[in-house]
């Protein structure tokens, strides 16, 4: 039969290196060897002293507990004196895979839950206004659509319409996604009007911007209707909803008298 050896021998330059990280009070003058057990190593330390040593197989861990002063005394066998307790890991031993994580599930998070979702939220959002802003770049360099390249996603033509609009309805997208409302609804859809020439798509929800849906996110307008939409847009500060373009009036002029006075009175100011 094989002898049994612990796999941490609790030699006494170790018992020394555990009582002096834990008890630097002790002189330490002699250690004389006691006992050796299945998980216990027992010392003793100055002739005063009995120093207990463990040895946790399971985890691999050492640990040093001071005890009463020697001999032991009553029937109870040894009583800690101090609650004074080391665990000292092997250092020659590499952590296991399961060590590991146990230990990754059980530290406290530097951040929670929400927060790494809304880093990692504002971290894409960057990350898309970049892209945007240098095909923006391009476009304005070279006078080609930013999707001239190929189909970008639905959010990267978010990101290019919020950083230019006009560059956003220069896309082979948009041109498509407006060519099929044309084709879905051929005639001006404000209700006083219904001119089947020169029409045009116009964007309702800017919520849907690079996965508009004909009939649902998009208008058809006429050109004059088109103009006066646009003058809507300018008066709310926003894009108008579909009622609100469903009830433009095509008769009434696009400038009152008062309102041409001011774009005349700005051409002059500005030298033209």
């Known amino acids: 039969m094989a002898e049994w050896r612990a796999e941490i021998e609790v030699d006494e330059p170790l018992a020394r290196r555990l009582l002096r990280a834990q008890f630097r009070e002790l002189e330490l003058r002699a250690l004389e060897l006691v006992a050796v057990g299945w998980d216990n190593t027992v010392w003793r330390v100055d002739g005063q002293w009995a120093l207990r040593a463990r040895v946790a197989l399971a985890d691999d861990l050492c640990g040093a507990r001071l005890l009463e002063r020697w001999p032991p005394r009553g029937r109870g066998g040894w009583r800690a004196s101090s609650a004074r307790y080391v665990e000292w890991m092997s250092a020659s031993r590499k952590k296991s895979l399961q060590e590991v994580l ?8 530097l951040l929670s839950a929400h927060e790494l979702r809304e880093r990692e939220l504002a971290r894409q959002r960057e990350e898309l206004e970049r892209e945007a802003a240098a095909l923006v770049a391009r476009r304005e360099g070279k006078g080609t659509p ?12 978010r990101a290019v319409f919020a950083a230019s609009p006009p560059a956003y309805f220069a896309t082979r997208h948009w041109s498509r996604r407006s060519r099929a409302q044309r ?11 219904g001119q089947t020439e020169g029409l045009r798509a116009q964007l309702v929800d800017p919520r849907a911007v690079g996965a508009e849906q004909p009939g649902t996110d998009l ?40 309102e041409i006075a001011v774009l005349r009175a700005r051409l002059r100011e500005s030298g033209r």
């Open 219 to 258: 208008l058809t307008l006429c050109e004059s209707c088109a103009r006066r939409a646009v003058k809507r847009e300018r008066e709310l500060g926003r894009l108008p909803t579909r009622a609100e373009l469903r009830e433009l009036d095509p008769g009434r002029p696009l400038y009152t008298p008062a």
């Open 102 to 109: 146990r230990e990754r599930r059980s530290a406290t998070p």
């Open 146 to 157: 930013v999707d001239s390249d190929g189909k970008l996603a639905p959010e990267l033509y």
């Open 183 to 193: 084709t879905a609804v051929p005639a001006c859809e404000v209700a006083r009007c």
